[in-house]
């Protein structure tokens, strides 16, 4: 019997297929390569929660829609990949036969512990080759995110080439050798593998309990998904007594995973409510915790079916934004109340501006960015077409409220009244005419100077606000100056006071919402140095 253990123990390891790191054999090595080779793309944020990261370009869209289509495809190559040798087949049968002489002899249990403790040490070899490492639990919390990040996304790689590929191929081998014993069949599964698939739950269990930051729920919604999908594998793989305790950890790190995703969420949320910064942007534009908080959830889309199972078990509680009879799920009203406090955050910053109509051109910025994020993307299905509208109604409120903080004083110089005499133009005293023009010329410039540096970002709604204003100011001067202009073209120093046509003022308004540096700004014509 000493002898049959020894020559099967190096039958074993003699016939094992070769798993070194420098060159890993067969299909498990094409299956491991297809994931490594996309190791980098799925950069979901790369910066802590802080407004202070201005660059769009930290929430990568793109990139994340190309890794969930390649994720989709790497799940469908699993069919014919899943299905390797461990062992070389011409091995199989000279190992089969020692372990139907062994057991018949009652040597099970030196049987049981010879195989479990060769096919240990491979598995090991294995998850090392797929770039999982040892970890405490400390060693895990003290880890830096970039680090750990990586060693996030190669677990979720492993946990689906151990289950699917390694295990499967352990419990084929433990039935084709150990057929003429289930008990044995069972042990030697279990005590062979549990290492293995210990050391992977222990990880997710340590990612499960850190401190909850929003970088890192991408890629623990990545590793709940992932260790949901092989749930139903596990489950058959471990479905005798020997292997009910690791189908309960699985559970409760499922569990952890789901709770570290709903406490992100809840804390994101309070975070986005909360936010005091009192920072403002050159010339109203659109402020970076607008373009965070929107690209974020715009990632979080790619996610709705898993983050409405994970939001339905929750409890989650959320308040009445107005609009809850809308939303049919449960992240759709999530979604509905982080935006709500993103707006209300907004309306507040805006008061850190003295001009109140660079509040509104600041509100109107935003507003927009976010209306152009849902409808650009799944959001716009989730939060729907009536919130679109609505929010397309505010910023028309904002633009007329725009037009009336900027531009009432202006047009009040353009108006008959306080001018004396009968009401004919022949009758209006000069001098009050030409206080009349001087007075909307100042105005005018004034608001040149000023409003040349605020800056509308989107094209059309920087179009719609020339028009609108023009619409409001170049009649009303035209008007004026038909009325009244010539009273004032005989008198000395006419062109002080008449001082623009109405197609120069129409020119200049073309000039608005630009952004430029207000060092050199002036009309197009000289300035009154009156």
Avoid at 199 to 221: H, P, T
Avoid at 234 to 242: S, T, V
Avoid at 348 to 370: C, G, P, T, V
Avoid at 507 to 514: K, R, V
Wanted: with cysteine; hydrophobic share 35%; net charge negative.
């Amino acid at each position: 019997m000493s002898r049959l253990e020894e020559e099967f123990r190096h039958i074993m390891i003699r016939n094992t297929v070769p798993l070194d790191a420098a060159g890993l054999h067969s299909s498990i090595r094409r299956l491991s390569l297809s994931f490594a080779s996309d190791a980098g793309e799925n950069e979901h944020l790369d910066e802590e929660f802080d407004i202070s990261n201005e660059a769009e370009s930290s929430v990568d869209s793109s990139s994340h829609h190309h890794h969930r289509r390649q994720e989709s495809e790497r799940s469908e190559r699993f069919g014919s990949l899943s299905e390797v040798d461990l062992i070389r087949p011409e091995a199989v049968a000279d190992l089969k036969d020692i372990a139907d002489r062994m057991i018949r002899s009652d040597y099970s249990k030196e049987l049981s512990q010879v195989y479990s403790s060769v096919r240990r040490e491979i598995l090991d070899e294995c998850l090392s080759v797929l770039g999982v490492d040892r970890m405490s639990i400390d060693e895990v919390q003290r880890i830096e995110w970039k680090t750990l990040d990586d060693k996030m996304r190669k677990w979720i790689q492993a946990v689906k080439v151990v289950v699917r590929v390694l295990l499967s191929g352990e419990r084929r081998l433990c039935d084709e050798i150990f057929s003429e014993s289930d008990e044995l069949k069972e042990e030697c599964f279990v005590e062979s593998t549990k290492g293995c698939i210990m050391q992977l739950l222990n990880f997710g269990d340590a990612v499960a309990i850190q401190r909850r930051s929003s970088e890192k729920l991408f890629r623990i919604l990545d590793m709940y998904e992932a260790l949901s999908e092989v749930k139903p594998s596990l489950d058959e793989l471990f479905a005798g007594d020997l292997g009910a305790y690791i189908i309960k950890e699985t559970e409760r790190i499922l569990e952890w995973l789901g709770d570290a995703v709903r406490g992100t969420l809840a804390e994101f949320t309070n975070a986005v409510q909360k936010e005091t910064s009192k920072k403002t942007m050159q010339g109203g534009e659109i402020h970076p915790l607008v373009r965070y908080v929107m690209n974020y959830v715009k990632l979080l889309v790619d996610y709705s079916n898993l983050l409405e199972s994970l939001l339905d078990d929750s409890g989650f509680e959320s308040e009445d934004v107005g609009s809850c009879d809308e939303s049919k799920t449960r992240l759709g009203h999530w979604l509905r109340l982080l935006i709500s406090y993103l707006e209300s955050n907004l309306e507040e910053k805006s008061k850190f501006y003295e001009d109140a109509a660079l509040q509104f051109i600041f509100l109107m910025n935003n507003r927009l960015y976010i209306v152009q994020k849902v409808k650009d993307s799944d959001l716009g299905k989730i939060l729907g077409e009536d919130w679109v509208r609505r929010r397309r109604g505010q910023i028309r409120q904002y633009h007329n409220s725009y037009i009336r903080a900027s531009w009432t004083k202006a047009l009040s110089f353009l108006k008959d009244d306080g001018l004396g005499g009968s009401g004919s133009a022949s009758s209006v005293s000069k001098v009050a005419l030409k206080e009349r023009f001087k007075s909307f010329n100042l105005a005018f410039e004034e608001i040149y100077r000023t409003q040349t540096t605020w800056k509308v970002p989107d094209p059309q709604l920087r179009e719609e606000l020339q028009v609108s204003t023009a619409e409001r100011i170049i009649p009303a001067y035209r008007s004026f100056l038909g009325r009244f202009g010539g009273q004032l073209e005989t008198s000395r120093h006419a062109a002080k006071y008449i001082k623009y046509t109405p197609e120069d003022l129409e020119a200049q308004l073309l000039e608005f919402f630009e952004g430029s540096s207000g060092l050199s700004n002036h009309p197009r014509r000289k300035l009154s140095s009156s």
